[in-house]
T-cell receptor, first 112, second 119 residues
Framework: QKEVEQDPGPLSVPEGAIVSLNCTYS??????FMWYRQYSRKGPELLMY????GNKEDGRFTAQVDKSSKYISLFIRDSQPSDSATYLC????????????FGQGTRLTINP | GAVVSQHPSRVICKSGTSVKIECRSL??????MFWYRQFPKKSLMLMAT?????????EQGVEKDKFLINHASLTLSTLTVTSAHPEDSSFYIC???????????????FGPGTRLLVL
């Protein structure tokens, strides 16, 4: 069983839709959770990070963590064609370790 | 914001040759840099952790003699793929961790990646 599971998609939605991206994990020691956006042939770019269960909002993006279920989500509101990219969840055990474990990534396309 | 560069962005080489990839933190110091490998439609797999002035720590299954890592300064780490073979073809991405009294997970900044094709 992989430590982090993420549906690779592809996921295609119309512009303006709400997008939900999800990851599950098996290691209960994971404490820090991040979402990265990766455009084709580029490096990952940090979108959101959170250390605790609950919701964290930043503009059109909301990160949600449920540690009891070992489940994290990223919601994108009012999706734009420029949001089309691969979204990777990542997590780490302790703050100082910095060894990130990534999900497979979900390829998202927003259709105009 | 913190910028990490990689050079070259793309390289094609013949089987058996060695290829060096550079990773630089342009506007910050990084005591720790990471090297990842990414196959098409797959996630990033950590290859090694590189600390300035010391030997790199390799993940299980990564050949340290094949993937030589040097972190000679606070802004530069290099990955050399020695005697490259077609199966080494991949997208190599580095990241740099902002140096400071508290190392935060969110301050790991990624480079744009290097695409290696071994013929």
């Amino acid at each position: 069983q992989k430590e982090v599971e993420q549906d690779p998609g592809p996921l295609s939605v119309p512009e303006g839709a709400i997008v939900s991206l999800n990851c599950t994990y098996s290691n209960s020691a994971f404490q820090y959770f991040m979402w990265y956006r990766q455009y084709s042939r580029k490096g990952p770019e940090l979108l959101m990070y959170t250390y605790s269960s609950g919701n964290k909002e930043d503009g059109r993006f909301t990160a949600q963590v449920d540690k009891s279920s070992k489940y994290i989500s990223l919601f994108i509101r009012d999706s734009q064609p420029s949001d089309s990219a691969t979204y990777l969840c990542a997590m780490t055990v302790i703050q100082g370790a910095q060894k990130l474990v990534f999900g497979q990534g979900t390829r998202l396309t927003i259709n105009p | 914001g913190a910028v990490v560069s990689q050079h070259p962005s793309r390289v094609i080489c013949k089987s058996g040759t060695s290829v060096k990839i550079e990773c630089r933190s342009l506007d910050f110091q990084a005591t720790t840099m990471f090297w990842y490998r990414q196959f098409p439609k797959k996630s990033l797999m950590l290859m090694a952790t590189s600390n300035e002035g010391s030997k790199a720590t390799y993940e299980q299954g990564v050949e340290k003699d094949k993937f030589l890592i040097n972190h000679a300064s606070l802004t530069l780490s290099t990955l050399t793929v020695t005697s490259a073979h077609p199966e080494d073809s991949s997208f190599y991405i580095c990241s740099a961790l902002l140096a400071g009294p508290v190392r935060l997970a969110e301050t790991q900044y990624f480079g744009p990646g290097t695409r290696l094709l071994v013929l």
